[in-house]
């Protein structure tokens, strides 16, 4: 079966950086994607790796390694409004899109 | 409007009964999507469109029924609902359908009980 593994909750410090991790077993790879989503909001497109390697846009960086099938999110200088869940998604060899069940991020002052 | 809205917010709805969540965009995106999202799941593909007049099925399409008869408007319908399909829904579009590299946007969900 095809599975997405992240963490259900992380807690961090306002300033502080935070790592996210996301595993996946999947039939084959076509690209990854992070999300955030805020309670009660809808998801928005946060950041997409399909190459090895580090992305950076910002306070928030994504790392992809193809061959250990495993990304993460960084996140920089943390603020209270980084305060959600994070949701990594898969595109499998049949492009259809996988999604985590998404990582709850705790930010304390 | 500017990008997505879903109508309505929230709706409780007793098991056996028709309902229609609708879904407009004005990006002009051609293709959309249905997904349902439960506690300590991921999102789950309904069903998708492509392009205006076409439509497919994803992961948990059963129960389920969609159309797209203009590139704008994506509604989905439950002709019989059920307590399992008690979910938060939402509907997303992106530029053209291409999955593995396209962002999707979302609205902002429809929360539906069913009794």
């Known amino acids: 079966g095809q599975n997405i593994d992240q963490p259900t909750e992380m807690t961090a410090t306002e300033g502080a950086i935070v790592q996210i991790n996301c595993t996946y077993q999947t039939s084959g790879f076509n690209g990854l994607f992070w999300y955030q989503q805020h309670a009660g909001e809808a998801p928005t497109f946060l950041s997409y790796?399909?190459l090895d390697g580090l992305e950076e846009k910002g306070r928030f960086s994504s790392f992809l390694s193809r061959s250990k099938g495993y990304s993460y999110l960084l996140l920089k200088e943390l603020q209270m409004k980084d305060s959600a869940s994070y949701l990594c998604?898969?595109?499998?060899?049949?492009?259809?899109?996988?999604w985590g069940a998404g990582t709850k991020l705790i930010i304390k002052p | 409007i500017a990008g997505i809205t879903q109508a309505p917010t929230s709706q409780i709805l007793a098991a056996g009964r028709r309902m229609t969540l609708r879904c407009t965009q004005d990006m002009r995106h051609n293709a959309m999507y249905w997904y349902r999202q439960d506690l300590g799941l991921g999102l789950r593909l309904i069903h998708y469109s492509n392009t205006a007049g076409t439509t497919g099925k994803g992961e948990v399409p059963d129960g389920y029924s969609v159309s797209r008869a203009n590139t704008d408007d994506f509604p989905l319908t439950l002709a019989s609902a059920v307590p399992s399909q008690t979910s938060v829904y939402f509907c997303a579009s992106s530029l053209s359908g291409r999955v593995e590299t396209e962002k999707q946007f979302f609205g902002p969900g429809t929360r539906l009980t069913v009794l």
């Open positions: 790796n399909v």
């Open positions: 998604a898969v595109v499998d060899s049949n492009y259809q899109l996988i």
